[in-house]
């Protein structure tokens, strides 16, 4: 069995920043690409952010330059530092790792920028 817990939402001002950890646990032998999720009310869950084992990244175009990915495969965890956020930018963040070829999911923490 393998968990994902994210941790670091919370309530921040337009222009301020927030970090957001995510570990995975439980019996892991290898884990492939890690990424962050976000789904707004209303819409769609979408891709913010990914990153593979070898520190490949990609991002969504709407936060490109704002927002970091970045992992320790040591601690089986990725990170995702966001700056300048924007009202745009609340969601519930989710996080995504690929586990032993398996896809599995954190259960999401509420990420709320108010103006």
């Known amino acids: 069995q393998v968990q994902l817990v994210e941790s670091g939402g919370g309530l921040v001002q337009a222009g301020g920043s927030l970090t957001l950890s995510c570990t995975a646990s439980?019996?892991?032998?290898?884990?492939?690409?890690m990424g962050w999720y976000r789904e707004a009310p209303g819409k769609q869950r979408e891709l913010v952010a990914l990153?593979?084992?070898?520190?490949?990244?990609n991002y969504a175009v709407s936060v490109k330059g704002r927002f970091t990915i970045s992992r320790d495969n040591a601690k089986n965890t990725v990170y995702l530092q966001m700056n300048s956020l924007k009202p745009e930018d609340t969601a519930v963040y989710y996080c995504?790792?690929?586990?032993?070829?398996?896809?599995?999911w954190g259960r999401g923490t509420q990420v709320t920028v108010s103006s």
């Open positions: 439980g019996s892991i032998f290898a884990i492939g690409a």
């Open positions: 995504d790792a690929n586990v032993d070829l398996h896809d599995y």
């Open positions: 990153i593979t084992r070898r520190g490949i990244t």
